[in-house]
């Protein structure tokens, strides 16, 4: 064979190689970024396959799937994760950010002359502990109304028996939504229910659906009401809501 035919040959072979490492070296990238992109990890959003990142969804405050939380946030004691707060579920980020109560809504309570719901106790002995601290990383974002043990708790004003629940954190618990379903009163660390009471009844003012306890994570020695509010979105989740301060609407 000549030289030139020689070289000829070389030239080819080495044009065909590199084709082929190129070739190759493609369908590597192609593999790598199907099931997750280089080094494993796929840019978020870029798809579902493999070893991909995507963003997941926001939890809602009530827990995956808006299930009830395992704690409602308010029930003296806030979850860790998310507010929410023991019940069915445990509520993660994702929570309402909590505000007290604006003009507007506690001129619209306020107006509503709402019971004191721990009977014999009158208003000038209540005091504001809204922003009080709970722990490390949370308020107390109710008011505790202390008591004897067995002391009646009333209804604030009518309403419906949104639900009544057991939990490690506010023990045994009424949820009432008020009238208009727009916000909902919250009664925890009961000593026991009124007899009777069931979900779905309808509460007249001053109504007793409870007696003072110290159910749930009240200090045993420390008969009281832990008592808030929440104004409801629109979905009406007798778990969520944005708690307003007790205080400005019995005050």
């Not at 809602?60 to 808006?66: A, D, L, R, S, V």
């Not at 004691?77 to 019940?87: K, S």
């Not at 229910?193 to 509460?203: T, V």
Request: hydrophobic share 35%; with cysteine; net charge neutral.
């Amino acid at each position: 064979m000549s030289k030139a035919a020689q070289y000829r040959d070389a030239r080819i072979f080495t044009a065909g190689a590199a084709c082929g490492f190129l070739a190759g070296a493609f369908v590597v990238a192609v593999i790598l970024w199907e099931f997750g992109g280089p080094m494993g990890v796929r840019p978020a959003g870029t798809g579902t396959g493999t070893g991909s990142v995507v963003v997941a969804p926001r939890t809602p405050t009530g827990g995956e799937g808006g299930k009830p939380p395992e704690t409602r946030a308010n029930a003296d004691e806030r979850p860790a994760a998310t507010l929410g707060h023991d019940a069915p579920g445990t509520a993660v980020g994702g929570s309402l950010e909590p505000i007290a109560a604006g003009p507007e809504v506690s001129q619209e309570l306020k107006a509503r002359h709402l019971e004191v719901p721990v009977e014999g106790i009158g208003r000038d002995q209540l005091t504001r502990q809204f922003t009080d601290r709970r722990g490390e990383a949370r308020e107390h974002e109710a008011l505790d109304i202390l008591a004897p043990r067995d002391t009646p708790v009333k209804a604030v004003e009518d309403g419906r028996v949104a639900k009544l629940f057991l939990s490690k954190a506010g023990g045994i618990t009424v949820y009432q939504f008020d009238p208009s379903e727009r916000y909902c009163y919250y009664y925890a660390h009961l000593e026991r229910y009124a007899e009777g009471l069931k979900e779905g009844d309808r509460l007249t003012r001053g109504q007793v659906l409870g007696y003072v306890g110290t159910s749930g994570n009240a200090p045993k020695n420390t008969p009281h009401l832990h008592f808030a509010v929440f104004r409801l979105d629109d979905h009406k989740r007798w778990w969520e809501g944005t708690p307003l301060d007790p205080y400005d609407i019995l005050r």
